[in-house]
């Protein structure tokens, strides 16, 4: 039983290999950055990735408004759209027992952490898992700086059109200018996070 188990284990990474070495040579990805692709994608190398489904093409489109909202967070404070005028703002979608969130949380920390005195810039984590649950993680593996609100199944997917996790959005006055599914777990993530930054900041000086 134990050598069926090992050897459809092996077989199953095999196949992940070949499928992600046939999507790297064949063409280009116009959305989802499948995880292994990410460090290209933020090198500029979009153009050269495939991926059989744009995981984003429902979601808000680049220079378009994000959707109104009004929730409340864990904490039951009221989180709503209007808290994104005039911010730069960080929009993680997770699940609690979700690898690839678990795997980002540091650099995410990081991120926070550098820009924690900054007033114009906003992290919002929204989770599509029951409140209790986000409060147990938070608990165990601590918090990453995001304001942690609880969003239902139907509001995370056929609203927010969010079909894979993590997916960020970063947004300016409530404008999206950027959008990655995947997790921005390396040191390239978190460069481009903080040039993703600078930029805005750049384009605002007087």
């Not at 093409?57 to 709503?80: H, L, M, R, W």
């Not at 994104?84 to 540091?106: D, P, Y």
């Not at 969010?162 to 959008?179: Q, R, W, Y």
């Not at 993530?189 to 930029?199: A, L």
Request: glycine fraction near 6%; aromatic fraction near 14%.
């Amino acid at each position: 039983m134990l050598k069926k188990i090992i050897t459809t284990g092996v077989a199953f990474i095999v196949v992940l290999n070949v499928f992600g070495q046939e999507n790297k040579n064949k063409g280009r990805v116009d959305g989802f950055v499948p995880n292994g692709f990410v460090e290209m994608y933020m090198e500029g190398e979009k153009q050269t990735l495939l991926f059989p489904e744009d995981f984003r093409k429902e979601q808000p489109e680049i220079g378009s408004e994000f959707p109104s909202f009004a929730f409340v967070d864990i904490n039951d404070d009221s989180i709503t759209s209007e808290m994104l005028e005039g911010k730069i703002a960080l929009l993680n979608f997770t699940f609690v027992g979700c690898s690839g969130c678990k795997m980002e949380q540091f650099t995410l920390e990081k991120i926070t952490e550098m820009y924690a005195d900054r007033d114009d810039i906003i992290f919002i984590n929204f989770i599509n898992s029951a409140p209790w649950r986000i409060k147990w993680y938070l608990n165990k593996f601590g918090e990453k700086g995001y304001i942690s609100v609880p969003i239902d199944k139907e509001t995370y997917k056929d609203y927010f059109h969010i079909v894979t996790a993590p997916t960020h959005m970063f947004l300016v006055d409530g404008i999206v200018k950027e959008n990655i599914s995947a997790p921005l777990w390396s040191e390239n993530s978190y460069k481009f996070i903080t040039n993703f930054i600078d930029k805005i900041d750049q384009s605002t000086q007087p």
